[in-house]
């Protein structure tokens, strides 16, 4: 079956620097990919999405880069604020398949 | 727009009780799910719903059903509840964009069952 991983559970940077979230995925098949930031005790919350057409996607403060060679997603925050400390996860969609198959995600703590 | 709402926010139950989850979207979505959330673990589907009357099993399905009341609606049931079933539970609904099939997701419904 599908797995998507993470590749670290907790990350920790500095507020104003980047950060650089990862993830693995083990579908070749996957064609639509999904970044989600969870804040405690809320739902998650849609940040940027990709498809398997294109390697990277802006939005704002965020870039998502897709490299299906090696099957790995990565999530770019930029000038990194306090507002961003949540878990955020990634999640795959295989090919005809409705569902999406999710992270266990990564707690990004900003330090002041 | 409200976009996806869940009740009840919390909800402690006895082993054996049975309650119905609630989830309701604004949005107009033709798809509706049902996760639930453990620790250190990423959602895992237990239902959905590509459109109204319709609904299929997901990755997590034993010891629940749903019902896909009309489009906006879609509930989860617990018919005899087990201390395995703690948990978060979100429910979400979905759009197709020129990506692919976004979905949004509730503020959870976070169940422990003694």
């Known amino acids: 079956g599908e797995s998507v991983g993470l590749h670290l559970p907790t990350l920790s940077v500095q507020e104003g620097d980047n950060s650089i979230i990862n993830c693995a995925y083990s579908?070749?098949?996957?064609?639509?990919f999904i970044w989600y930031k969870q804040e405690s005790g809320k739902g998650p919350q849609f940040i940027i999405d990709?498809?398997?057409?294109?390697d990277k996607r802006q939005g704002q403060r965020v870039t998502v880069l897709l490299n299906k060679t090696v099957k790995h997603l990565s999530l770019q925050i930029a000038a990194t604020q306090p507002g961003d400390s949540a878990v955020y996860f990634c999640?795959?969609?295989?090919?005809?398949?409705?569902?999406?198959?999710f992270g266990s995600g990564t707690q990004l703590t900003v330090l002041p | 727009n409200a976009g996806v709402t869940q009740t009840p926010k919390f909800q402690v139950l006895k082993t054996g009780q049975s309650m119905t989850l609630q989830c309701a979207q604004d949005?107009?979505?033709?798809?509706m799910y049902w996760y639930r959330q453990d620790p250190g673990m990423g959602l895992r589907l237990i239902y959905y719903?590509?459109?109204?009357?319709?609904?299929d099993k997901g990755e997590v399905p034993n010891g629940y059903n749903v019902s896909r009341l009309n489009k906006r609606e879609f509930s989860l049931r617990l018919e005899s509840a087990a201390p395995s079933q703690t948990s978060v539970y979100f429910c979400?609904?979905?759009?197709?964009?020129?990506?692919?099939?976004?979905?949004?997701f509730g503020p959870g419904t976070r169940l422990l069952v003694l």
């Open positions: 999640a795959s969609r295989g090919g005809s398949a409705r569902q999406l198959t």
């Open positions: 579908n070749s098949a996957s064609d639509y």
């Open positions: 990709i498809r398997s057409n294109m």
């Open positions: 949005m107009n979505h033709n798809s």
């Open positions: 719903s590509a459109s109204e009357g319709t609904t």
């Open positions: 979400a609904s979905s759009v197709r964009g020129p990506g692919g099939e976004t979905q949004y």
